[in-house]
């Protein structure tokens, strides 16, 4: 062996270098110092939120030319420490899938297939069966005369993604309007 490869030993490096606790370069082989993070290119990073459960681990999403290139965990979140779980760690697919649906699909009733809808029409639709559902399903009082004013035309089931701020303005939404059957993701 010659001289050179054995001042290359992490040992040697450790006591003779500027790493005397081996945490870093000193026990860093070449394979490894020659590499460069996935991250390195990407031309932007934002903080996230993993949009698939209730634990709302914090992200960092970088993107390149446009499009999300990697996703991975944020050390500075007090939630999740800059961990994962698969499902969360996986979510770049959630952008990047060439099966994502980008539009609003709707096949009508007895049809074969589904069509696009635009936004407007969509939200029309909604509300049109919304208010037909409520007045056809209206209950002013009970059998004994009791009152009730609500409706079990509709009912809501909130998902887990769900915030605060959402899950309160869904409550009053669909109180305001008579309903009682309102649920959510998280507790069932
Ligand atoms: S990373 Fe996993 S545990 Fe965290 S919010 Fe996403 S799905 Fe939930």
Redesign the pocket.
């Known amino acids: 062996m010659d001289t050179r490869t054995l001042l290359q030993w992490p040992i040697i490096r450790q006591l003779t270098g500027d790493d005397p606790f081996g945490r870093g370069n000193a026990v860093t082989s070449e394979a490894t110092a020659s590499m460069t993070p996935r991250t390195a290119d990407a031309d932007s990073v934002a903080n996230s939120v ?1 949009p ?6 914090a992200q960092l999403v970088y993107g390149k030319d446009g499009r999300v290139m990697h996703v991975e965990g944020d050390a500075n979140s007090p939630v ?1 420490r800059g961990r ?2 698969p ?3 996986a ?1 770049e697919q959630l952008g990047n899938s060439p099966l994502r649906q980008t539009t609003i699909r709707y096949r009508a009733p007895y049809a074969t297939e589904w069509t696009d809808l635009d936004y407007d029409t969509a939200l029309d639709m909604i509300a049109d069966r919304v208010l037909e559902a409520r007045r056809n399903h209206w209950e002013d009082a009970d059998d004994e005369g009791n009152t009730l004013r609500r409706t079990m035309g509709f009912a809501s089931l909130g998902g887990a993604t769900l915030d605060n701020e959402e899950n309160y303005l869904i409550k009053k939404l669909f109180t305001a309007a008579g309903a009682v059957q309102l649920e959510n993701q998280a507790r069932i």
């Open positions: 993993c698939y459960c209730a634990v709302g681990c999740s994962l779980c499902k969360g760690a979510s």
